[in-house]
C-alpha cells in the first residue's frame, strides 16, 4: 500500500471516529445503537493507533540509521487479537 494510500485511510478512519463521537454525544441513540457506534469507534482506534505505530517505526528507523536517512523495510503485518 502506498504512502498516499495509508494517509488517506487514516484521515478518512479518524473522520469516521470523529463522526461517530458527534453522534455519540447529541445522546440521541438507543442503547443498541450506542453500543454498536462504540464498538466500532474501538474498532477505528485500534486501525489509527496501528497506522500511528507504523509511522513512529519509520521515524524510529529513520533517525537511527547510523545518522543516516535511508528508508529501511519493516514488518507491517496487522496482529489483531
Known sequence: MSKKTNSINFEKTLAELDQL????????????ESLKHFERGVELTKSCQQALSE???????????????????????NNKE
Open 55 to 77: 509511522a513512529e517505526q519509520k521515524v524510529s528507523i529513520l533517525l537511527n540509521k547510523n545518522g543516516k536517512s535511508e528508508l529501511e523495510t519493516f514488518n507491517t503485518d
Open 21 to 32: 463521537v458527534e453522534t455519540m454525544e447529541k445522546g440521541d441513540l438507543s442503547l443498541e
